[in-house]
């Protein structure tokens, strides 16, 4: 019965990875778009509606305001001095925003913001943050531990909604390895199925996790399309975005449709 049973674990995670695998078509995207110099650090992206992604560039304290349609800029909201600012999220009437050092700002429509400091920040990077509304959470991901030999794995946090405090213990924490040697992650979103995706710019993955923090999937991302990946988000069809960071060419914002005959 033991291997039975351990034949069926295999074979069902097998499907899963192929049935995630076919959900987006990566190596074409449904659009391209070239999005304004202003953005060509763009670093996050949360969608708010179906005519507006909010985005932040990681040298700018202000948030940019997008036409998913055009990449336009339509509003712009100034929060705060020049720094590293890595993730944007939203929820409800206000937006958050992540410094690389992890300290989350929330910040109202005119650009008041209040800031929330990540209590061990010596050594840490911080580069995703997404909202995981079930929870009344936000998930931020780790980039690089503050502590060299924990750097095996990457970690992803929790920042409660409620108590506006970050969690003390890391929320998930996956071996490198398991997913790619040089897997760090750059931006980070939940899937309206559940499922966590997290980018990786600097080794080109992009990786799925379960609710659990199970690897369901890692695929590589072909360069010439997703040369600097960096921010990540969902519309509420299951749509796929992401932003690339300037590289040699213009920053742009890619669009994959998602594939809604696979259940």
């Known amino acids: ?46 969608f708010l509606t179906n005519s507006e992604i909010a985005s932040v560039q990681d040298e700018k304290g202000k948030i940019y305001i997008l036409s998913p349609e055009d990449g336009k800029i339509v509003k712009e909201i100034e929060f705060g001095k020049n720094g590293d600012y890595e993730g944007i999220s939203h929820f409800k009437k206000h937006y958050f925003v992540l410094k690389s050092n992890g300290s989350i700002y ?57 108590s506006k405090e970050y969690v003390e213990k890391a929320h ?15 931006g980070i979103a939940i899937h309206p199925n559940g499922n966590i995706y997290v980018l990786s710019s600097f080794s080109k993955t992009l990786c799925v996790l379960s609710k659990t923090g199970a690897i369901l999937e890692s695929t590589q991302l072909n360069e ?3 040369n600097q990946p960096e921010g990540i988000t969902f519309n509420s069809e299951g749509d796929l975005f992401i932003a690339n960071e300037k590289k040699n060419t213009m920053p742009t914002l ?3 449709n998602l594939n809604k005959t696979v259940r």
């Open 224 to 226: 010439s399309i997703l």
């Open 172 to 186: 998930f924490k996956i071996r490198r390895n398991a997913v790619h040697s040089k897997f760090k992650p750059s």
């Open 106 to 162: 929330k910040i109202d429509k005119y650009g008041y913001s209040k800031e929330y400091e990540f209590k061990h920040k010596k050594g840490f990077d911080f580069e995703g943050l997404c909202l995981d509304k079930i929870n009344n959470r936000l998930l931020v991901a780790c980039k690089e531990h503050g502590n060299k030999d924990k750097r095996s794995h990457f970690y992803i946090y929790v920042f409660s909604l409620e």
């Open 254 to 256: 890619l669009k994959f």
């Open 1 to 46: 019965m033991t291997k039975i049973f351990r034949l069926f674990l295999l074979l069902f995670a097998t499907y899963s990875c192929m049935a995630q695998n076919q959900l987006y078509d990566l190596q074409n995207p449904t659009k391209r778009i070239e999005l304004p110099k202003k953005l060509n650090e763009i670093s996050g992206l949360s």
